[in-house]
T-cell receptor
Framework: QQQVKQSPQSLIVQKGGISIINCAYENTAFDYFPWYQQFPGKGPALLIAIRPDVSEKKEGRFTISFNKSAKQFSLHIMDSQPGDSATYFCAASGRPGGYQKVTFGTGTKLQVIP | DAGVIQSPRHEVTEMGQEVTLRCKPISGHNSLFWYRQTMMRGLELLIYFNNNVPIDDSGMPEDRFSAKMPNASFSTLKIQPSEPRDSAVYFC???????????????FGAGSRLTVL
C-alpha cells in the first residue's frame, strides 16, 4: 500500500525557472512532512520539513506548500540552479504503527539545464 | 561526528552466496532503520530498531533476510542465500526519537550497492 504518492517521476527545468514537485498522502495520522534531497552516490538528506498546522514554509529558494484538507503538499524550488539537480523524495511521518515511521514517496529526478 | 557509516560501499556476489552489510549509526541516536532503494520500488523500509530492539520488521521481504543490532553502535543486514532480485542499494539511517513524539529526522549513510549475479 503506497501511502505517499509523488509526481512527476522526472522533471527538466531551465536554470532560473521554478521546479514544482507534488505529493499526496492518505493517512491523516501523519504529522510531519519532510523533503529529502539525494545526489548520485549519496544517501538522502533532509532538505526542509513542515508540520500540518502551517500552510507554507520557506527556507531560501525552497518552499513547502501544505493543503491539509486536500491531503497534499508540494515543494517549490525558485530560481532553480544546476546544483539543484538531484532526486527529491517527499515523506510523511506519524504514529500509525505506534512509532514515528517515515514513509517515502517514489522520488522525482530533477535536472536543471543551463 | 562522521555520520552514519556503512560498509561495504559496493558488493558484487554470485547467486546463493551470503551477503552481510554493516552499519554504524550516529553516536547517541536511538533509532536505526534499514532501507532498500530500487528504481521500481523507490525507498522501502526493511526493518526498524529502537534502543537495539527490532520494532518493525514487516518490510523484510522473506526469511532470507535477517538483521541484528547487538549494541547501540553496530547493526548488520544479512541476506542468505542471495538472489539477483536482491540487487539494490541498501541504506542505513539513524535518528533520535522514533518511539517518542516529535519529528523523526533521518540521517542516512552513503549506502551499500549490492549486485547479485
Amino acid at each position: 500500500q503506497q501511502q505517499v504518492k509523488q509526481s512527476p517521476q522526472s522533471l527538466i527545468v531551465q536554470k532560473g525557472g521554478i521546479s514544482i514537485i507534488n505529493c499526496a498522502y492518505e493517512n491523516t495520522a501523519f504529522d510531519y512532512f519532510p523533503w529529502y534531497q539525494q545526489f548520485p552516490g549519496k544517501g538522502p538528506a533532509l532538505l526542509i520539513a513542515i508540520r500540518p498546522d502551517v500552510s507554507e514554509k520557506k527556507e531560501g529558494r525552497f518552499t513547502i506548500s501544505f493543503n491539509k484538507s486536500a491531503k497534499q503538499f508540494s515543494l517549490h524550488i525558485m530560481d532553480s540552479q544546476p546544483g539543484d539537480s538531484a532526486t527529491y523524495f517527499c515523506a510523511a511521518s506519524g504514529r500509525p504503527g505506534g512509532y514515528q515511521k517515515v514513509t517515502f514517496g517514489t522520488g522525482t529526478k530533477l535536472q536543471v539545464i543551463p | 561526528d562522521a555520520g552514519v557509516i556503512q560498509s561495504p560501499r559496493h558488493e558484487v556476489t554470485e547467486m546463493g552466496q551470503e551477503v552481510t552489510l554493516r552499519c554504524k549509526p550516529i553516536s547517541g541516536h536511538n533509532s536505526l532503520f534499514w532501507y532498500r532503494q530500487t528504481m521500481m520500488r523507490g525507498l522501502e523500509l526493511l526493518i526498524y530498531f529502537n534502543n537495539n530492539v527490532p520494532i518493525d520488521d514487516s518490510g523484510m521481504p522473506e526469511d532470507r533476510f535477517s538483521a541484528k543490532m547487538p549494541n547501540a553502535s553496530f547493526s548488520t543486514l544479512k541476506i542468505q542465500p542471495s538472489e539477483p532480485r536482491d540487487s539494490a542499494v541498501y541504506f542505513c539511517a539513524s535518528s533520535l526519537g522514533g518511539l517518542i513524539s516529535g519529528a523523526n529526522v533521518l540521517t542516512f549513510g552513503a549506502g551499500s550497492r549490492l549486485t547479485v549475479l
